[in-house]
């Protein structure tokens, strides 16, 4: 961001206006495009038909991108431009777009929709709003829950330019925090199946054999003697499809509130061609104690099957976490990420991440897991790419999965049944925790009309069982029979770590996400793999003084020590008798482009239980959209109090509580003793600013 040697490079002073649309701003970064130069897309009006829209007009059809209702077509080069003329002044089509692809990334497809989100500045009253929006010929939709003075508005057929001009145009003004273009990206299941693996679940618990280290499951018959789920614990499992009428999805109230986002309707069911994806996930974490096929981490607990667009614009992925929010899910298990090498979330995406971690469940927090990812690539960082097919990727190359570092995630990576690192397995200082799964060659597919990328080969054999699940009915699916071993990758790492999380809460419901994270992490095993990874060559698989490791986060999770912690756990009352409370005036210059930040610290002498907390902070800073705001406890507990989504704002003076924070609720029932600290961490070059003063208020 703002990198004065990036000819792209966004700036205070705006945008060159030969590259304003080509450079994509998204949740503080900005990405570089390229036009698609064989495809472009439409919107037809409600009442005509794709299959009458004229194929010699405008090109070849391919496929209908849901949602969006777009359409999605091919054209010789030669002929984009002459087909795009002729389908905007068409009074059959709404809407069309180029469509994009990353700089650098040349195997992800970007499409437009006809969305922008602006944020404004607190002062700016709905008039002044109203003639920004005419000016450029925009209609507002709906405000952005979570986010203050932030729209949705639609680009309406009078706009002379596409949503990525515009954005850009709009940062220039005054009254503008931010603007992004919703864009759509295809979403991508973390697993392709390779090969036949061995039909047991040895990931629960196992006595040794072929392939099998001693202490590779997970313990989970010892939590099993506690408990194995209760009902009132609702796992949403999101994904691709479930056949619901599979028998270990049976059961008096098994399944609640399905929803079917890519058909519109209830019934999240698989077509004949899919392999379902979601009915393996399903299983892993929830298939149903009958005496008929598998048994689920934790079966005594509720399925809600979401079956997702399988797009990732960001209605598509509001609409995912709010109907879990609302329909009342507990955890959010997702096995899929974006089909890109570099994935920042937007605004929109964070902050209904952010809602459902800190105000669902009744605002103690949905537990949210996201799959690392089967890349062997880092969640976030750069490694330089070499021997890919067709040379998809070369150089020094940076990789970013969004969802992955989110702060409010539980980001999970993959270990094999011989407690080594699974070769394709994502890595980094994001990964929250690992649990068990297969072992196979490392590959990100970028799928777009039949094509597949793959990357560098490893040249020697991987060992490790696969795993048994739950598979679509009859000769659909992964095999021919209701079940497969032909499941894994990260994919089925993370169910594993929602079905722990959901006995977790099976015996402590009161617990925070927060609360919940922490016990996954702290009662881990440690395994370590002392071996460099085939393909990077890396030795990654031991653990830094803080007790992670970049391939296994804080450790493989162990169901009988977690619900262990939880079931002695108890959560004190939030009613407030008396208040202690301090002040730190010293001023701190904030570091510049710096991961480490600032602190500043608060020493409290008593040592109560807290039962209330807010924070204020005072800062300035030239543009504040590049920092983040961290409140850290005595006891290196960390929660974030402000994401970058200030944008061009230059002052900050605020005050965070439980209430307008739900996230500060995992302090409560800590000692209030020690020093606390404020962290800020300024994530982009250029702009500068420091800290004046902040103050700590616990009632206890």
Same mark, same amino acid.
Not at 31 to 45: H, M, S, V, Y
Not at 125 to 130: D, T
């Given at each position: 961001?703002? !990198? ?59 496929? =209908? ?60 009253? !709905? ?83 072929? @392939? ?7 313990? &989970? ?11 009132? &614990? ?26 079917? @986002? ?53 209605? =598509? ?17 997702? =096995? ?203 030795? @990654? ?7 992670? =490791? ?89 929660? @974030? ?60």
């Amino acid at each position: 961001m703002k !990198n004065s040697t990036d000819p792209y490079a966004f700036s205070s002073s705006g945008i060159s206006p030969n590259n304003l649309g080509v450079v994509l701003q998204r949740g503080g970064e900005e990405l570089i495009l390229e036009k698609a130069l064989d495809r472009f897309t439409i919107r037809p009006r409600n009442n005509i038909p794709s299959q009458e829209l004229s194929p010699n007009f405008l090109g070849t059809r391919i496929c =209908s991108i849901p949602k969006m209702d777009l359409e999605l077509f091919s054209v010789t080069p030669t002929r984009l431009e002459a087909a795009m003329v002729q389908a905007r002044s068409s009074q059959n089509i709404i809407f069309a777009s180029h469509v994009y692809k990353l700089r650098d990334n040349p195997g992800t497809f970007v499409y437009l929709s006809d969305q922008i989100t602006i944020e404004f500045a607190a002062e700016v009253n !709905n008039k002044k709003i109203l003639a920004i929006a005419a000016e450029f010929g925009l209609v507002k939709e709906r405000a952005v829950i979570g986010l203050v003075n932030t729209w949705v508005f639609l680009v309406s057929k009078q706009a002379t330019e596409n949503p990525i001009k515009i954005a850009n145009r709009l940062t220039g003004f005054p009254e503008v925090l931010a603007a992004e273009a919703n864009i759509i990206i295809q979403a991508e299941p973390h697993y392709k199946p390779r090969e036949p693996l061995y039909p047991q679940q040895w990931y629960l618990n196992h006595n040794g054999g072929n @392939l099998l280290a001693p202490g590779a499951h997970i313990d &989970v018959e010892k939590a099993w003697d506690v408990t194995r789920g209760v009902r009132s &614990v609702v796992v949403a499992v999101v994904d691709d499809s479930f056949d619901l009428d599979h028998p270990d999805f049976q059961g008096v109230g098994k399944i609640v509130a399905p929803r079917d @986002l890519k058909e519109n309707d209830f019934l999240p069911l698989p077509n004949e061609k899919e392999t379902s994806h979601g009915t393996a996930c399903a299983g892993i974490v929830l298939a149903e104690e009958n005496s008929i096929g598998i048994t689920g981490v934790a079966p005594g607990c509720t399925l809600m099957p979401i079956r997702t667009t399988g797009y990732l614009d960001d209605r =598509s992925v509001e609409e995912i976490f709010e109907w879990a929010i609302n329909k009342g899910a507990s955890i959010i298990s997702c =096995s899929w990420g974006a089909s890109a090498v570099y994935f920042p979330l937007s605004l929109r995406q964070r902050a209904v991440i952010t809602r459902a971690a800190t105000e669902g469940r009744n605002g103690k927090g949905c537990v949210i897991l996201f799959a690392a990812g089967n890349a062997n690539r880092p969640i976030n960082g750069t490694v330089y790419e070499q021997g890919w097919i067709k040379n998809i990727l070369r150089g020094n190359t940076k990789w970013l999965n969004g969802f992955g570092v989110h702060p409010d995630v539980i980001t999970v990576s993959a270990a094999t049944s011989m407690n080594k690192k699974a070769a394709y397995s994502n890595w980094g200082r994001n990964i929250s925790v690992c649990a068990p799964s297969n072992n196979a060659l490392p590959g990100m597919w970028f799928q777009e009309t039949g094509f597949v990328y793959t990357q560098p080969s490893i040249r020697q054999p991987v060992y490790g069982r696969g795993m048994l699940t739950t598979d679509q009915l009859g000769a659909a699916g992964y095999g021919k029979g209701n079940f497969t071993s032909n499941f894994g990758g990260t994919s089925s790492a993370t169910p594993v770590v929602a079905g722990v999380t959901a006995l977790i809460l099976s015996v402590n419901p009161n617990l925070t996400a927060k609360q919940v994270k922490q016990i996954l992490q702290e009662t881990t095993d440690k395994i370590v793999d002392s071996e460099p990874d085939p393909q990077l060559g890396l030795r @990654l698989g031991s653990y830094d003084e803080n007790g992670h =490791s970049q391939w296994f986060g804080y450790g493989k999770v162990n169901a009988a020590k977690a619900v262990q912690v939880a079931r002695a756990s108890a959560i004190a009352s939030p009613l407030k008798t008396k208040q202690v409370s301090g002040i730190n005036r010293i001023n701190l210059v904030i570091p510049d482009h710096d991961s480490h930040g600032v602190k500043s610290g608060i020493s409290i002498a008593d040592s109560s239980p807290i039962k209330d907390i807010q924070v204020t902070v005072d800062l300035k800073h030239e543009f504040l959209g590049d920092l983040e705001i961290y409140l850290v406890a005595p006891n290196n507990q960390k929660v @974030l109090l402000q994401n970058r989504t200030l944008g061009r704002q230059t002052c900050l003076n605020k005050t965070y509580t439980t209430r307008s924070h739900p996230v500060l609720k995992q302090f409560l029932s800590l000692s209030a003793k020690g020093n606390w600290q404020i962290l800020i961490i300024d994530l982009a070059p250029q702009d500068i600013g420091s800290l004046n003063s902040w103050e700590l208020a616990l009632g206890i």
